[in-house]
């Protein structure tokens, strides 16, 4: 018999990763196919995130819901998998006695064996240890239909910036082998990509060894990635500013299949906070890094990530964050206020300022940065972009959904055949972020 399949995805894109990487792994064990619907299903799991406090409680309102879905079929799985699984471990079960199995970001590959031992044993499997790269060896080859598709290269962060879990959640920076990169990269053209988006949570942190033993950084990967045949497009997130070296930002003018959008996290504008945060950048660092990129790709779209309200910000260090947006100019941003973070330095740094301040101060920033995507918008109006169809549109099903350079989706009027193709579209007038635009009909 089938079966059903559910999954629950929260928090970024490593576990929306994480996310295809489980159901490859239980279709490798047998009959399986995934519902949408947690209602019809055998299993059901939970791949959670606790970068702010918001994601994690969510988690526990979920589960309450998927416990009363087991009192009606007591051989419904439930499984809790990735960050806030990481944290808590053993907790989850004692906090929901009814969750079956909880596994870590590198632990999912072991799924279908804590399946099992859950069924033979009666009892709770947590298996959260970090066994190194074994998740590499382990998950089989993504299945896609899509034109585009995410290659993990490397797990874990080494950079301990204050505020954040991940290194704890996630383990420090381990990197793919090269070969493996390359070789996942091959099979995924030769099912019909051609778009890849080179994953992990600071990719240019990257040093993987080759079949030699020696070690490559991610500037040498990028260049080996662009040179396959198959990639015409060619993406990567999350990199770090301390790590934007020279070699890197050179490609950008040697290697046109690199994709003209760069997300590359700030966090704040001044200098002291980003001291406090231990991000090992001052604000004109970061902005040598955008100037030196404009250089030699200018029309690259920049887009970032920032905590407002970290422990200690004045409106002074907010003044000097918004000066950075003004003197950068970006293409979109997740701003987030500060969530402490149990087990982190800055969760126990003095933090007098009112929330209502930094609600304040955060919806000055979000107003700002869309009044410069808006302007982006208007900019690209009129222009014919190239872009890859991904989806059919969410909102019309007589449309699909492409992708452009600068990571904007488009959605026009085409046929479903056009699907994982490039196509030429002219951007209509219009100020929204999802832009709306027609087809160019080559003559
Ligand atoms: N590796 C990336 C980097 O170089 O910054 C980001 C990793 S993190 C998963 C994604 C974003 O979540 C961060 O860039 C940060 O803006 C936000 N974040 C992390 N910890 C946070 C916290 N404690 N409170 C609020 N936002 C947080
Ligand atoms: Fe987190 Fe800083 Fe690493 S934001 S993921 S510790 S670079």
Same mark, same amino acid.
């Given at each position: 018999?089938?079966? &059903?399949?559910?999954? &629950? ?7 929306? =990763? ?38 994690? #409680? ?31 471990? #053993? ?17 999912? /590959? ?23 790269? #074994?998740?590499?060896? +382990? ?20 950079? =301990? ?22 070789? #996942? ?17 600071? $990719? ?11 070690? %490559? ?22 990199? +770090? ?19 003209? *959008?760069? *997300? ?24 040598? %890094? ?37 003197? $950068? ?25 009112? =929330? ?6 955060? /919806? ?11 302007? $982006? ?55 929204? +972020? ?10």
């Amino acid at each position: 018999m089938t079966t &059903k399949l559910y999954i &629950k995805t929260y928090g970024c894109q490593m576990n929306e =990763y994480d996310s295809d990487k489980m159901a490859d792994v239980l279709r490798a064990c047998g009959d399986m196919e995934q519902t949408d619907k947690p209602e019809e299903a055998d299993i059901i799991l939970f791949n959670t995130c606790s970068i702010r406090e918001k994601a994690e #409680e969510k988690v526990f309102s979920d589960l309450g819901r998927a416990r009363a879905l087991k009192q009606h079929n007591p051989n419904l799985l439930i499984g809790v998998g990735g960050c806030v699984a990481s944290q808590e471990g #053993e907790t989850i079960i004692k906090r929901a006695p009814y969750v079956d199995v909880v596994f870590g970001p590198q632990t999912l /590959h072991r799924l279908p064996q804590l399946i099992a031992a859950r069924r033979a044993s009666g009892e709770s499997q947590v298996d959260i240890s970090f066994p190194e790269i #074994e998740k590499f060896d +382990h998950v089989p080859t993504a299945q896609t239909t899509h034109g585009s598709a995410f290659v993990s290269i490397m797990e874990g962060c080494s950079k =301990y910036c204050t505020f954040c879990v991940v290194p704890y959640t996630r383990g420090d920076e381990v990197s793919r082998p090269f070969d493996d990169v390359i070789r #996942e990269v091959e099979s995924l053209t030769a099912q019909g990509v051609s778009e890849i988006t080179l994953l992990g949570q600071n $990719v240019n942190a990257y040093q993987g060894t080759m079949g030699d033993g020696d070690t %490559v950084d991610f500037a040498f990967l990028l260049q080996a990635v662009a040179a396959l045949p198959g990639v015409q497009r060619l993406r990567y997130t999350t990199s +770090h500013p301390r790590e934007m070296t020279q070699r890197l930002i050179d490609l950008y003018a040697t290697t046109p299949k690199l994709a003209s *959008h760069l *997300h590359l996290p700030v966090q704040s504008g001044s200098d002291r906070i980003l001291a406090a945060m231990k991000r090992g950048y001052t604000a004109l660092e970061y902005k040598s %890094v955008v100037r030196k990129l404009r250089a030699v790709r200018p029309d690259i779209s920049i887009t970032s990530d920032f905590i407002i309200g970290f422990p200690g910000e004045t409106e002074a260090d907010f003044a000097a964050t918004m000066k950075l947006v003004e003197d $950068v100019g970006f293409d979109a941003s997740f701003s987030f206020i500060f969530s402490p973070r149990p087990g982190t330095p800055a969760a126990e740094m003095a933090d007098d300022t009112p =929330y209502e301040t930094k609600l304040e101060r955060l /919806h000055r920033l979000q107003t700002r940065i869309h009044g410069m995507e808006q302007q $982006v918008s208007a900019a690209m109006s009129g222009s014919v972009q190239r872009v890859l169809v991904e989806n059919i549109s969410r909102k019309n099903a007589q449309e699909l959904a492409g992708r452009t350079e600068n990571n904007r989706v488009v959605n026009f009027a085409g046929s479903p055949g056009m699907l994982g193709r490039y196509v030429d579209v002219r951007i209509l007038p219009g100020t929204l +972020h999802t832009l709306r635009g027609e087809l160019v009909i080559q003559p």
